[in-house]
């Protein structure tokens, strides 16, 4: 079973991904939050197999919250997720250690591909 927690700030986006996920086989979403503060808190404590997060997060980015994350447990799969899929966030991200990294209005089906793998 893969564990999967997600952090977007949209209550919408963090409700449609883990109604996907719900339908998924062998996988389950074990945690979400809105912020980076309780994102870290909550992933340091619980120790899913991926991550779901978003770049712009009320308080400290998303970038942090990877960057943290990937620091404690560089084995976590992290799929950063975002509207803003400039080049200078993908390398950013990428740099600091993100697995994937798509566009959240676009690439839907090919995170939930990347799940099912």
């Not at 979403?29 to 980076?36: E, R």
């Not at 697995?99 to 799940?115: A, G, I, M, P, Y």
């Amino acid at each position: 079973m893969k564990t999967v927690y997600i952090v977007d700030d949209s209550t919408r986006i963090r409700k449609r991904l883990a109604e996907l996920l719900s339908d998924m086989e062998n996988v389950r979403v074990i945690g979400q939050a809105d912020n980076a503060e309780a994102a870290v808190d909550d992933i340091f404590r619980l120790r899913p197999d991926t991550v779901i997060l978003d770049i712009q997060l009320p308080g400290r980015s998303g970038l942090t919250v990877l960057t943290e994350v990937k620091e404690k447990f560089p084995g976590i799969t992290v799929i950063v997720i975002t509207n803003y899929d400039y080049p200078q966030y993908r390398r950013q991200s990428m740099d600091a250690g993100a697995d994937f990294f798509f566009n959240k209005t676009r690439e839907f089906e090919r995170l939930l591909q990347v799940l099912k793998t």
